[in-house]
């Protein structure tokens, strides 16, 4: 069953980054399945366009725009192309993330921490400034920002990873705050172990490492990235409308103990 069959989108534009792949592209093609016209930002030209290739060979809009979100003049540009084209932008997924190698803070390079820290959290920073500015003229508009559990939880060997989602929700809950009576509304979403690629990195794609993070999870099993992007649709739909500065977990329950 779909879980976004009763969300409309008929007449909307959605801007979602990381589409190449996993959570990213899910959230794409859900939008585009539900009316949005999409567009959709990747920095890898091949996954962004086999995702755009899915929602048009379904009958959807989609618009490609290759694009590196630690970049402010590539953002704004980015968006400057999606209002040029269809017009507006109502609902904005900003998705795009790196994975930490696993490694002891001590152990952890200034490179690595500088890198996760830009893809991970200035990103977010970088989108919503602008996307903020077409809002505003608009009067309206809708932002969810990927943080994580790493973004409610401490993960040992994940000090970077960590520190750039616990700042993705901390920057969410304060840009909800500025511009809640401006008709803007912004959360962030914490999923769980998603059977991505990124997980796939991480577990080794072995039988094994996937056994081993699957018994993290109460339920029993990883989630599906289309788990996700239901969530994020309603998060940004009228129904979701009374919901500002959350950080909403969706992970089968493994932060339940905290």
Not at 38 to 61: C, S, W
Not at 171 to 183: M, Q
């Amino acid at each position: 069953m779909s879980t976004t069959a009763a969300i409309d989108y008929t007449g909307k534009v959605a801007f979602v980054t990381g589409a190449g792949s996993g959570i990213g592209r899910a959230t794409a093609i859900a939008f585009a399945k539900a009316g949005a016209s999409v567009a959709a930002v990747d920095i890898g030209e091949k996954g962004l366009a086999e995702t755009v290739a899915q929602i048009e060979g379904m009958g959807g809009k989609a618009l490609t725009l290759v694009c590196d979100v630690t970049k402010g003049a590539d953002v704004k540009a980015a968006l400057d192309r999606t209002v040029e084209t269809f017009g507006r932008l109502d609902a904005a997924f900003n998705n795009a993330g790196i994975e930490q190698p696993a490694q002891p803070l001590a152990d952890l390079s200034e490179d690595v921490w500088d890198r996760i820290i830009a893809v991970n959290l200035k990103s977010v920073f970088l989108c919503m400034k602008y996307q903020i500015e077409i809002m505003l003229r608009q009067g309206s508009g809708a932002i969810v920002n990927t943080s994580s559990g790493a973004g409610v939880l401490a993960i040992r060997g994940q000090s970077s990873y960590c520190a750039s989602k616990f700042g993705v929700v901390a920057t969410s809950k304060v840009a909800a705050l500025e511009y809640a009576d401006k008709g803007i509304r912004v959360n962030a979403i914490c999923p769980g172990i998603i059977d991505t690629p990124m997980i796939a990195r991480y577990t080794g794609d072995t039988d094994e490492g996937r056994a081993r993070i699957i018994s993290q999870e109460p339920v029993g099993r990883m989630g599906r990235p289309e788990e996700i992007a239901g969530t994020v649709l309603w998060l940004c739909s009228e129904a979701g409308g009374f919901v500002t500065g959350h950080a909403m977990v969706v992970d089968g329950g493994q932060t339940a103990g905290i």
